[in-house]
DNA sequence: TGGGTCATGTAACCTGTTACATGATTAG
DNA sequence: CTAATCATGTAACAGGTTACATGACCCA
């Protein structure tokens, strides 16, 4: 997946791994993440599958640089894989796994941890979309179709981001309610123990 | 991450590789999945590590088997783990990254694309639904309480794939549009053409 | 003088996937 | 008779994370 990520970018101009990791850091950051080491890896194997070639690049000043340009096997295994049914097979959500596990801990802790993570998610970090919009609008300029893409993957994101927010609401009323209740039952309880405290 | 989800179901009973592999199937397939290879792998380095005993029980007519049970190193990993700030750092999306890249294929085939999505998501899979739904009730009548975060992780299921429709019909109308710019741009193209064949 | 950017990587490790292997019992 | 269920795993590989290393140049 990673390897045809950066397959696309390549395909819209040579890169040097340097280049690539600064893309996925600024602009692709909202779908996935990948460190250097992995992309100097990637590029190692996809160079010997034939799909980029490598110029070694002699620079003064500056450290000497291998710029990856695309083959036409690349080209092919890219048009190959957008047309491939990749059906995302295995769903993996930490988060949802914590909550699964919540029940071990106290109610009031996790109404305290569902208040704070909305509280956290309220602000979509303006300053980072900003300067993702400074870098693709750029791109959209060369390429104004393909940039319709790169919209919807945010549009994506900014739903992703709602939908939490209500979940989170969702979530903070239900846990009240089983607050409440569990109020009331201690609250019967007591008066229970008093009655027969009475009654021995 | 999945340790502690294994560690989470050993919490609540004593169990087999086998029965938590059932577990993952049947009930927790729509935050996570897992191999059986995996967890028996993991039940191993568990063991290790001291957060569960292992109990080796001969059967007859059955293969024998393993069964784990927590230990209090097991239960204090698992609280310190449920208090952690797992915030999840690399958000990793491959349906997206496809997204992004789409704008390689002609809008035709990719509204084709979005089409066969939005109809293969309308129907979230009644059938097992149920079988979970059976599965955590009867859960429920032990622990009431535990069944309410498990509603919660159903609950963002649904929403989720909720928002994925409306996001679905959202990238449908914006494709639409764009076909529509490129025909009247096709048509311009033509009519121009035409004038200058009539000038020349 | 210290931190950021440019630019490359290695090594060890952890996690997840795919394919394979065994073998009895039970239900259709 | 065949397929599913119960029950265990190994081996090889693919993909991702963490930590470390180097070194010059530029800006405050």
Redesign the pocket.
Same mark, same amino acid.
Do not use: F, H, I, W
């Given at each position: +997946? #990673?390897?045809h990520g950066i397959l696309g970018l390549i395909n819209n101009g040579d890169k040097?791994?340097?280049?690539i +990791? $600064?893309v996925f850091r600024d602009s692709l950051d909202h779908f996935w993440?990948?460190?250097?080491? /992995?992309i100097? $890896?990637? #590029?190692?194997?996809m160079e010997k599958a034939g799909w980029i070639n490598e110029t070694h690049v002699p /620079?003064s000043?500056?450290?000497?640089?291998?710029?990856y340009s695309i083959t036409p096997a690349g080209t092919d295994e890219l048009l190959k894989w957008l047309r491939e049914d990749n059906i995302p097979?295995?769903i $993996?959500n930490p988060f949802l796994m914590k909550i699964f596990f919540m029940g071990e801990l106290p109610v009031e802790e996790n109404i305290a941890f569902f208040k704070a993570f909305s509280e956290a998610s309220v602000f979509p970090d303006e300053g980072r979309q900003a300067s993702v919009n400074a870098d693709m609008y750029r791109q959209a300029v060369d390429h104004p179709e393909k940039a319709v893409y790169w919209k919807l993957t945010i549009e994506f994101g900014r739903m992703y981001e709602k939908m939490q927010r209500e979940w989170c609401s969702y979530c903070l009323r239900e846990l009240e309610g089983l607050q409440r209740m569990k109020e009331a039952q201690e609250r019967h309880d007591t008066i229970t123990a008093d009655t027969e405290e009475e009654e021995t």
């Open positions: +997946m #990673l390897k040097t791994g340097y280049e +990791m $600064r993440t990948a460190q250097t080491s /992995q100097y $890896r990637e #590029l190692k194997t /620079q000043g500056k450290p000497d640089k291998n710029v097979a295995g $993996r």
